[in-house]
């Protein structure tokens, strides 16, 4: 089975921390994302990486940035907490059409819920 | 513009119960996937279904079918008898086909089953 790994469930930081939030998958895909779940708006996607050192903006990127320097980690940073970041925090990983023999769904990790004071 | 619009936020139904969810969706591509994911109390995501956009056929799984029509842009969700253990958070989502493209989410649906 595809494992999606978080590094924390739960996360309090204090408004103007630098925040990192981990996210490692096992199989080998080469899409990566991070969305952010807030209630009544759903996932929004803050940032999602092809491959390797490549990365692109979604539709909320500001306020975060990511890193991804090998193919099973993606890092999503916080610059400097707000409290408007609270959230719960969700990455997901894909295979890539045509090699995607699962129908191009994403895997989810369990997902970090953040609070900033 | 791709939108997915989920209207119900949250359902409570009796256990045993149909019950439906309905998502509708936007976009101009004339090919697209429709998904439907399960987020249970745990947090984690789960892929439940996957439709293309030239497949308007009917699916049944088990307890679960889904009802997709182009003519409305609508692609219902509906648990037959359900149970407790379907108690979740169920959301719709859109993409294009292609490794680079994104998927767009619906706000969910908040569903109880109650014993």
């Known amino acids: 089975d595809v494992k999606v790994t978080q590094s924390s469930r739960y996360l309090v930081k204090r408004t103007g921390e630098k925040v990192f939030l981990e996210c490692v998958q096992d199989m080998d895909h080469e899409n990566m994302f991070w969305y952010r779940q807030d209630p009544g708006l759903g996932l929004r996607l803050i940032y999602f990486s092809y491959d390797v050192k490549m990365k692109e903006k979604g539709d909320i990127p500001e306020g975060y940035s990511v890193s991804r320097e090998k193919k099973e980690r993606f890092s999503l940073i916080l610059e400097s907490a707000s409290t408007n970041q609270t959230s719960m925090y969700l990455c997901a990983s894909r295979q890539v059409a045509p090699r995607d023999t699962t129908n191009e769904k994403l895997f989810f990790g369990s997902g970090t819920q953040l609070s900033v004071l | 513009a791709q939108k997915v619009t989920q209207a119900q936020t949250e359902i409570s139904v009796v256990e045993k119960e149909d019950v439906t969810l309905d998502c509708v969706y936007e976009?101009?591509?004339?090919?697209?996937?429709l998904f439907w994911y399960k987020q249970p109390p745990s947090g984690e995501l789960v892929f439940l279904i996957r439709r293309n956009s030239f497949d308007e056929q009917n699916e049944i799984s088990g307890r679960y079918s889904w009802n997709f029509q182009k003519s409305t842009s609508s692609f219902n969700f509906t648990i037959t008898a359900s149970q407790v253990v379907d108690s979740a958070v169920y959301f719709c989502a859109l993409s294009k086909p292609g490794g680079y493209n994104k998927l767009i989410f619906g706000a969910g649906t908040r569903l109880a089953v109650h014993p």
């Open positions: 976009t101009r591509d004339t090919t697209y996937y």
